[in-house]
């Protein structure tokens, strides 16, 4: 039987030291059953206050837990690592990245639904999972969702966000019966996880708001200097590698 992983982890920081110090999860099968998994774990990396702000996780929190190899999850995972089951996360790189920092070497069907949703929502201003809570009006329905795996909602949050992440999935998959009727809801999802997405316009800097390949045909040093010097991601250096083979 088919099972669909949703996970967010909760870590130390953004950074190449940090380590997973909650993990979340609703492992959901095709007939509809559902496991939860709501874990605090520790690590020997000090949490950054910059994760504590946004996560409320403190160090005497996980004082004295396992690390993230003794958790149910952790382990569970091992028997679902088959390209049969999907492995599902919003901004999945960073989750997964986390994941592998811990040994785990990946062999499920990847969906990202920050990624999916670029695709399939091009004109939302934003794509971030908060954001989606209350644009699509997913709050209205969270409740009694959460009811039914006698899950508390809260923000930032690791099980709250996978939550939240369930009701997206179900909004992309919609869109995808709607655009491609034809398809397969979840391997067109997975498709379209491996396509860098075009992006429309900047959200930062000092074209924040404008259309992209506008600036491009205005200022395309600065388009050039972004590409060179800036961290960007893959959606972004695709789009710049597209404007600058176009309008150069």
């Not at 996360?89 to 989750?95: I, Q, S």
């Not at 491009?216 to 961290?231: H, L, S, V």
Request: some cysteine; aromatic content about 10%; charged content about 30%.
């Amino acid at each position: 039987m088919t099972k669909y992983v949703l996970f967010d982890t909760e870590t130390t920081g953004n950074q190449d030291e940090d380590r997973i110090i909650q993990i979340g999860a609703m492992v959901v099968d095709s007939k509809g059953g559902v496991e939860v998994y709501d874990e605090l774990c520790s690590t020997d990396i000090d949490i950054k206050i910059e994760a504590m702000e946004v996560h409320n996780i403190t160090p005497d929190i996980i004082e004295g837990l396992g690390d993230f190899k003794s958790t149910r999850f952790y382990n569970d995972l091992q028997t679902l690592n088959r390209d049969s089951n999907y492995l599902i996360a919003h901004n999945l790189n960073f989750d997964l990245d986390m994941l592998k920092k811990e040994g785990f070497e990946n062999r499920m069907q990847l969906i990202d639904t920050l990624r999916c949703s670029k695709h399939l929502m091009p004109d939302s201003p934003y794509h971030r999972l908060q954001y989606f809570r209350y644009s699509l009006g997913l709050y209205k329905k969270e409740k009694q969702e959460a009811q039914k795996y006698n899950i508390e909602i809260k923000a930032h949050d690791a099980l709250g966000d996978v939550l939240i992440m369930k009701l997206l999935l179900s909004k992309l998959v919609s869109l995808v019966k709607e655009k491609y009727p034809s398809a397969h809801p979840m391997k067109k999802l997975v498709e379209l996880t491996k396509q860098p997405v075009m992006l429309k316009t900047f959200r930062f800097g000092k074209y924040n708001g404008k259309e992209i390949e506008d600036v491009a045909r205005q200022d395309m040093g600065y388009i050039k200097w972004m590409y060179k010097n800036m961290d960007l991601d893959e959606d972004m250096m695709f789009t710049l590698e597209h404007v600058i083979e176009r309008y150069s």
